[in-house]
C-alpha cells in the first residue's frame, strides 16, 4: 500500500485570486492557441523556422486534476509537456502555468516558478555517479535549504517510494523501476503543486508500471496536479481519467 508523503505548502509564486485567505487558484495550466516551431539547422549562417509540431493548443486544466496525456510516437506529447514545465516557450499563443502568464513572466521569476514543478522522465535522469539519497536531495541543495531539513525530506521521500534501504546506492546497482521511484521522489521532495511525468512506465514491466502510477496517483489525491503522457493503454483503462490526446501536433481530444 502507498503511504503519504507530506502534504505541500502554498508558494507565494502561484496566482490566487479572491480576498483574505480564500483565494482560488482559477487555472493551474492554460493554453490558448498555442503553436510551437523549432529552429532547423543553420542555413548560410542562420537557423530557419521549421514546421510547427503544436498547432493552435487550447485547454484548460483545474488545480488539483489529473489527466493522461495520449497520442502517437511524434504527436508532440515531450514537446507539449516541454511547455508545461517551463523548459520551452511557445514560438505563439498564450501558456499560463500556476496562475503566471509566461508572456510577462520576468526571467528572474522562472527558478521559482520551476521549483514548484515536478518532472519525471522515462529515462529517470539519475546522476550516476551519486547515490540514490543524493539524487533526491539535488532540488532542495540547489533551493539553499538546510541540510539538517534536507536529511529528514529525503529520508521521508524514499521511506515512501520503498527505497529507503537504498539510500546510499549508486542508480546503477537499482533495477528500473526502483530507478524510477527513486526519480519520482525527487520530482516531489519540493512538494510541487504541478507534477508532469512523460512516459514515466515505458521501460517498465506491468507490475512496476502500476507501482509507479500508484505513487503518482497517491500524489493528485494529496491535491497536487497530475499529467501523465503514456502509450500504456492498458493502464489508461485499467485507470480511467480525463485525457488530452494529441495527434500529428493538434490536440484532437480532451475530457
Known amino acids: 500500500m502507498v503511504g503519504a508523503p507530506p502534504r505541500r505548502k502554498r508558494n507565494a509564486c502561484e496566482s490566487w485570486r479572491g480576498g483574505g485567505g480564500g483565494g482560488i487558484l482559477l487555472a493551474m495550466i492554460r493554453f490558448a492557441d498555442v503553436g510551437l516551431r523549432y529552429a532547423t539547422p543553420a542555413v548560410a ?68 516558478l520551476r521549483r514548484r514543478i ?30 539538517a531539513q534536507i536529511r529528514a525530506d529525503v529520508t521521508e521521500m524514499l521511506r515512501w517510494v520503498g527505497l529507503e534501504a537504498k539510500a546510499d546506492t549508486l542508480p546503477a546497482a ?35 508500471a502500476r507501482r509507479v502510477l500508484a505513487l503518482l496517483r497517491e500524489m493528485h489525491r494529496l491535491g497536487t496536479t497530475v499529467v501523465v503522457a503514456t502509450h500504456a493503454e492498458a493502464l489508461v483503462e485499467e485507470y480511467p481519467a480525463p485525457s488530452l490526446r494529441l495527434q500529428e501536433g493538434v490536440l484532437v481530444g480532451h475530457g
Do not use: C
Not at 537557423?47 to 493552435?56: F, H, I, K, Y
Open 45 to 112: 549562417g542562420q537557423p530557419g523556422p521549421g514546421p510547427e509540431v503544436l498547432r493552435d493548443i487550447t485547454f484548460v486544466l483545474d488545480p488539483g486534476s489529473f489527466h493522461w496525456l495520449l497520442g502517437p510516437s511524434g504527436a508532440g506529447k515531450s514537446s507539449l509537456l516541454a511547455l508545461m514545465h517551463l523548459a520551452i516557450r511557445p514560438t505563439r499563443g498564450e501558456v499560463e502555468v500556476l496562475g503566471q502568464p509566461l508572456a510577462t513572466a520576468r526571467r528572474e521569476a522562472l527558478p521559482a
Open 174 to 208: 537499482l533495477s528500473g523501476g526502483e530507478q524510477q521511484r527513486a526519480a519520482i521522489a525527487r520530482a516531489v521532495v519540493m512538494r510541487p503543486a504541478l507534477l508532469v511525468a512523460d512516459e514515466p512506465t515505458g521501460n517498465l514491466d506491468l507490475a512496476q
Open 118 to 147: 515536478g518532472v519525471v522522465y522515462q529515462d529517470y535522469r539519475l546522476l550516476p555517479h551519486v547515490p540514490v539519497f543524493d539524487n533526491v536531495a539535488l532540488p532542495l541543495r540547489i533551493a539553499g535549504r538546510a541540510e
